[in-house]
């Protein structure tokens, strides 16, 4: 595997469902990042982590929960989502937080809420 | 606050024309850098080109090329002699240095369609 994978590519759950979105990066960096993009909306940062730890949390609902085990690995943990929250959600990472540093993005996850 | 403009919300044009994405930025930093992103049907944003602002030599790779100027707080993106493959949405972002560090600002993007 190379770049950034996403997984799944689709995902379909009910209101009352839990599940999780896996990113996982193959390029050594030590960033990374949540982004929600809507249909006619741009993109929407949600999350940055930075050596494992969240730095930034954009006034995202509860029911979305990161996690970042390491720094190759983020999840998003999803419950008790609503309609609203259907989208394509894209992860991304980078190597540090400064300004400037490249972001390379994964395939995104498709998610629909019913 | 930083915000990154493009006007042209769809784009159609036919195979081997010549065709050019607007973006305009603002921001107070002095230290900033602009993006462009190809975003396929397919969903996933590719990485095309990073320039900082202290870097205003424009620059081309193969049929794309990108004229950044200052004074008009511009960076444009031509791709010349387009085909369908390039059919995506385009997205033009900025991160400054002083106020967002890797943060990315981005426009709302840009369809562009190439017809056959």
Redesign the interface.
């Known amino acids: 595997e190379t770049g950034v994978t996403q997984t799944p590519r689709h995902l379909v759950m009910g209101m009352t469902n839990k599940k999780s979105l896996k990113c996982e990066q193959h390029l050594g960096h030590n960033a990374m990042y949540w982004y929600k993009q809507s249909a006619k909306k741009p993109l929407e940062l949600m999350f940055v982590y930075s050596l494992e730890e969240r730095v930034e949390n954009n006034s995202v609902p509860s029911r979305f929960s990161p996690e970042c085990p390491n720094s190759s690995h983020l999840f998003l943990h999803l419950h008790t989502l609503q309609p609203e929250d259907s989208a394509l959600y894209l992860c991304a990472s980078s190597q540090g937080r400064l300004a400037g540093g490249t972001q390379y993005f994964g395939p995104g996850t498709r998610l629909t809420v019913l | 606050a930083q915000k990154v403009t493009q006007a042209q919300t769809e784009i159609s044009v036919v195979e081997k024309e010549d065709v050019t994405l607007d973006c305009v930025y603002e921001t107070r930093?002095t230290?900033?850098?602009l993006?462009w992103?190809k975003q396929p049907p397919?969903?996933?944003?590719?990485?095309l080109i990073?320039r900082?602002s202290f870097d205003e030599q424009n620059e081309i790779s193969g049929r794309y090329s990108w004229n950044f100027q200052k004074s008009t707080s511009s960076f444009n993106f031509t791709i010349t002699a387009s085909q369908v493959v390039d059919s995506a949405v385009y997205?033009c972002a900025l991160?400054?240095?002083?106020t967002?560090?890797?943060?990315?600002t981005?426009?709302?993007?840009t369809q562009l369609t190439v017809n056959p």
Do not use: A, P, Q
Not at chain 2, 42 to 47: D, T
Not at chain 2, 106 to 109: L, M, P, R, S
């Open positions: 930093d230290t900033y850098y993006f992103y397919s969903g996933e944003l590719v990485f990073r900082n997205f991160s400054g240095k002083e967002s560090g890797s943060r990315l981005f426009g709302e993007g």
